[in-house]
């Protein structure tokens, strides 16, 4: 009912910028929340960046100045701009909206399929 679709991943040296980009579609009433999170091979899911309806943002501390979160909200949209990457911040990217299918509804996480980012050094 509810898909999300990334792109913009790709194989970039240290010190470069890649822009990432999800497209949330499908039965949506409203969008609370729309983020990104990267998983490092053996390691856990962890959030980079989110922002929420209201325009507040949040990062993580390790990409705080270097990445930027933006949404259209027009087009159910989620961008994240970084910069200055480093190969520690190789791994998957993945999208995430929190968001009510119909009114009244309890609010969900959804994910998209994700995006690998690469960070040679």
């Known amino acids: 009912q509810v898909q999300l679709v990334e792109s913009g991943g790709a194989l970039v040296q240290a010190g470069g910028s890649l822009c990432l980009s999800c497209?949330?579609?499908?039965?949506?009433?409203?969008?609370?929340?729309m983020g990104w999170y990267r998983q490092a091979p053996g390691k856990q899911r962890e959030l980079v960046a989110a922002s929420t309806s209201d325009g507040s943002t949040n990062y993580a501390d390790s990409v705080k100045g270097r990445f930027t979160v933006s949404r259209d909200n027009a087009k159910n949209t989620v961008y994240l701009q970084m910069n200055s990457l480093k190969p520690e911040e190789t791994g998957v990217y993945y999208c995430n909206a929190n968001l009510i299918t119909r009114m009244w509804g309890d609010p969900a996480d959804y994910w998209g399929q994700g995006t690998q980012v690469t960070v040679s050094s």
């Open positions: 497209a949330a579609s499908g039965r949506i009433f409203s969008i609370n929340r």
